[in-house]
């Protein structure tokens, strides 16, 4: 089995914010393979469906983001699906809108979402999906920035920028990591 887990925040009032968009990409795979969310026996959400031949569980963590981890690590726990089995998709606030950074591992790079995963799991050997979300060289808040909602440009750019990292996603999931890194790392909207 392999697991997607599209980080954000549960309640309504951030579903359009920066910090939802692995919320967003998570929705998205899960609406294109036609299979609904569900309340999981843990702090999250699932939808459980076949893609190319292989059983894929999407997770929203329901803990908000700064305790993903604690989601995850059930996740992983009661489906018993190995770390390179995993693909986190969040939200960083370095990148640029519109750039995708797929890693294998590394560090939190100042994400509390998947620092709490890495607490929780004890390993930094997670795969995850970047998504690119700055639109200014200078943000004097970014507490306030990253659950603010998209400006009216972003938003126009949105439905491209998801379907793009829904098929890097699909790409991990297919052809693995290395290959998926190859094709879809870089800044893919022109705006």
């Not at 929705?27 to 059983?55: I, P, T």
Request: aromatic share 8%; hydrophobic share 35%; charged share 25%.
């Amino acid at each position: 089995m392999y697991c997607i887990v599209g980080l954000g925040n549960p309640e309504p009032r951030y579903s359009l914010t920066r910090h939802n968009i692995g919320f967003q990409i998570a929705e998205k795979f899960a609406e294109s393979h036609n299979c609904a969310f569900r309340k999981g026996k843990g702090e999250y959400a699932a939808a459980n469906c076949y893609v190319h031949g292989s059983n894929v569980l999407i997770v929203k963590p329901v803990t908000y983001m700064n305790k993903s981890g604690i989601a995850v690590q059930q996740v992983l726990k009661y489906f018993k699906i190995h770390g390179d089995k995993l693909l986190i998709v969040l939200d960083d606030l370095d990148l640029p809108f519109g750039t995708f950074r797929l890693k294998p591992q590394g560090g939190d790079a100042g994400n509390r979402g998947l620092r709490s995963i890495i607490h929780e799991t004890g390993s930094e050997n997670i795969p995850r999906l970047r998504i690119g979300i700055r639109n200014r060289d200078t943000i004097a808040n970014p507490s306030s920035y990253v659950l603010s909602p998209f400006n009216k440009r972003e938003r126009l750019n949105l439905p491209d920028l998801v379907s793009t990292a829904e098929k890097a996603v699909t790409a991990w999931l297919v052809d693995g990591i290395d290959r998926a890194m190859n094709d879809y790392n870089g800044n893919h909207l022109k705006i």
